[in-house]
């Protein structure tokens, strides 16, 4: 299957793009606030290492599927 496609059928259930929740942190939503990804789920890790590697991943998902994106931070992220 090309890469494409599967990401296409890996989200098809999820309402893109996906938005990195700055008060519940670690917790990636899709558009309409659905959670699907949690980062450190045991609060294990300190709050800034775990909401870089969700802004990672919200980045890494969004911008391969073609969204932009959403914040002035992950902006920030994508120009590094």
Known sequence: ???KALSTAVFTRVALPLR???DN???IVDATGRGIVVVDMHREMP???VSAIADMIVLAVNEHLGFPPLTPQL???ADA
Do not use: I, L
């Open 1 to 3: 299957m090309q890469a």
């Open 25 to 27: 942190v670690g917790t």
């Open 20 to 22: 990195h929740e700055r």
């Open 47 to 49: 709050d800034d290492q």
């Open 75 to 77: 902006k920030a992220v």
